[in-house]
């Protein structure tokens, strides 16, 4: 019924994208580590997934950053289904959807094809692929690997899968936020990695997560990747990966640092606060109205007397308790948005028009963005 | 000929105004920010709230001065100045209810019979007064229930007054004078 079905799954997934970028920095100042970055993005996620209030949200949607290069022999196997989607997400596997975009190239060398706009990221790779991605790189892919996005998938074979040339990250640094935890131990570690990446450069399916190697658990620090990753994108050979290695101390020794900092702060408001309360004064206004009453009283006792009477039952506040307001306030249909202009159509029908801007509305479970309502109501 | 007294007539009251004090001063930028059913009037210094329950309209100041209106009995009109005064103390000024009055009753009444307005005028000179041109009804001021009747000629009758006692009252004592005045063929 409403067309921005299509763009709403992206405005979100956009100002997700934002909020999480702009956090990025606080986070790692204030000493968090990315892993809890990434956890909130993909509790954020799977709770606008769970809710439902959009439709066709993808997690991880990005259909243009990942095209995928076969070799020619791979066409043949795509039919198999080779290649099987976790089921996630309501997702035909891997093969069916891919095969429409696979065309053989005259050269007959390698198969192109990018991955489809629905697919979750969750994919297994078999082995003998070459990939490609969007910037140019090409990856070769010895054993068989599963791609994801997020931080918690392990690999089926992680240990077949430390020793494959699998180590550079993404070159897009944006959805960078899943950890590849120990990435340059495997580019020191590995010595049957050269062998898998002789022609080509060392790569990172982003967000594999290896079992980590003992060889150097400091470099696990979470600020290593960003850094280092667009620097690995150029970088093939292991030696390359020893000045990263020796930055990460430095790194950790200075947000260490920064902590400790923030905990020689002193608290001014809360208990020392020193302001005065507005409790203060109204007490001071009641003296006053009391002594007037009291002054009052000595002329014409009876009044006071009423006064006081009345005043008592309200304190108590038994008697005076709406409970239709919170009936009328449960209701899920939630608008939040900015005004322009909200009247009244004749003073004495409680009809009201609504001139709205900027908003987002959530409708019988949906959610509907607009930047500009008009709605019309009765009171 | 003796009017009846047996005829029961319908009296209608149709809005009741009361006034109270919070004895506090209230911030009316506060209640207008986090008050329901609120409507802010800074350009008269005032918010108006609104409530359901018993359906009325409140004018609130902020000197601590309300100004109830819309309720249909003096005790409804009670249960929602105090409704309101609750409203304001869970928002949370230090409210009390003080100095409740009823200040004006409206009511309505609509008579069997059809009345000859000038006859009626000129049976009650000083105290009904009628000036078709300004106004459509006969205007008839009872100085000791300081209520007024207006008398329109299709017999419908409104009567304000502060209590709903002195607008019984109003309507009791009109009724005899109206009898005679009616539009009868006879």
Redesign the interface.
Known sequence: MLSNANSLPKLYLSVIEDVIESIRELFSDEGVEERVLDNLRQLWESKVVQSKAVEGFIKGNNPSNFVLQLPANYSQSLHKPTVVIPAAQNMPSFSSKATPHVFQSSCGSVATFSLPAGITYPVQIPAGVTLQTASGHFYKVNVPVMVTRGAQHVLSHPAAVARSSALTQRPDPAPAASVCETPPTLQSADGPSPAASDSQTEFTLDGIEFSPQPVDPSAASPFTPPAQALRREQDTAADDALPDLQTTPDIKLETDFNFNQLLDITQLDGVADSSSDTEED?DD??LG?VGENEFLGMINAAEEEE?EE??D???S?D????Q??PE??DTENVIVCQYDKVK?IHRSKNRWKFYLKDGVMCYGGKDYVFSKAVGEAE? | MEPSNDVALDIIITNVVSVFRT???LNLRTIGLEG??V?YKPEVGKVLM?L??PRITASIWSSGKIICTGATSEEEAK?GA??L???L?KIGF???????KVVNVLAVCSLPFQIRLIEFTKNNRPIASYEPEIHPAASYRIKNLRSTVQVFSTGNITVTGPNVQSVASAVEQIYPLLFECQKTLS
């Open positions: 109204d206004d009641d109205l006064l009345e005043e039952p309200l304190n506040g008697d005076v308790s709406e239709d307001i009328i306030f009244e009171w | 004895r506090c001063h329901t059913n409507i609104k359901r329950k249960l105090r409704r005064a609750r409203c103390q230090k409210v009390r209810f003080s100095d409740f």
